[in-house]
């Protein structure tokens, strides 16, 4: 379970409403981010990546951001639903560059 | 057909011991790694191995020894258990990095250590 007085930023969202997750990264040789959900018990999984030739890329329900000029990263959800309750990350890395660097987690909670 | 599978799931133990973690991948990916998740779900990389081959150790306690027997395996050892070892420990495999999704991880269930 959960620790006492974990701190993760959390949001608290509706179920149907959109969700929008903010990452800050420093690394300014990052060419590449990815974003990861990580369920309650469970590893990272993969979301939705960028590379930095571009600055929005549109999946299935989720659209990354990426802002190269305040090195920043955002993650949309639209329509955020109960399975979309997790901890969701985002990682850099210089492209072609195993060495992926993780942010702090955001906790996101849906409410039905 | 679980892509990363790690024993055991939960490992509780005393400190000073020695325990292990294992990790097997079946994806055919030439690169795995092994990540730390503390108790702020802060993820730290701290080993990787490329096709049995040492390339990249974190600055980590020599009592954690990672063992790659082949490419399909990443064992972590750790000698002498500290209280502050306890965490989530991820094994996790990717194909080469700069194709595809450069690398793109693909994590285990996790292993949670508690040590006493």
């Known amino acids: 379970g959960e620790s006492v007085g974990l701190h993760l930023p959390t949001l608290s969202v509706q179920e149907g409403d959109n969700s929008i997750i903010n990452c800050a990264y420093s690394?300014?040789?990052?060419?590449?981010f990815i974003w990861y959900k990580q369920e309650s018990g469970k590893g990272p999984q993969f979301i939705i990546d960028?590379?930095?030739?571009?600055d929005k890329r549109q999946g299935q329900r989720v659209t990354v951001l990426l802002n190269k000029t305040v090195k920043h990263l955002s993650l949309q959800i639209a329509a955020t639903q109960p399975g979309d309750s997790a901890v969701y990350f985002c990682?850099?890395?210089?492209?072609?560059?195993?060495?992926?660097?993780f942010g702090k987690g955001n906790q996101v909670v849906v409410i039905p | 057909d679980t892509a990363v599978s790690q024993t055991p799931k939960y490992l509780v133990t005393q400190m000073g011991n020695d325990k292990s973690i294992k990790c097997e991948q079946n994806?055919?990916?030439?690169?795995m790694y092994w990540y730390k998740q503390d108790s702020k779900k802060f993820l730290k990389i701290m080993f990787s191995?490329?096709?049995?081959?040492?390339?990249i150790n974190e600055t980590v306690p020599n009592r954690f020894s990672p063992k790659s027997p082949d490419k399909a395996h990443l064992n972590l050892h750790i000698n002498s258990l500290e209280l502050g070892d306890s965490a989530v420990y991820f094994c996790?495999?990717?194909?080469?990095?700069?194709?595809?999704?450069?690398?793109?991880?693909?994590f285990g269930e996790g292993s949670r250590l508690t040590v006493l």
């Open positions: 690394n300014s040789a990052s060419d590449y």
């Open positions: 960028i590379r930095s030739n571009m």
């Open positions: 996790a495999s990717s194909p080469l990095p700069g194709t595809g999704r450069n690398g793109e991880l693909f």
């Open positions: 191995y490329n096709n049995k081959e040492l390339i």
């Open positions: 994806l055919g990916h030439d690169t």
């Open positions: 990682a850099e890395a210089p492209w072609g560059n195993n060495r992926l660097a």
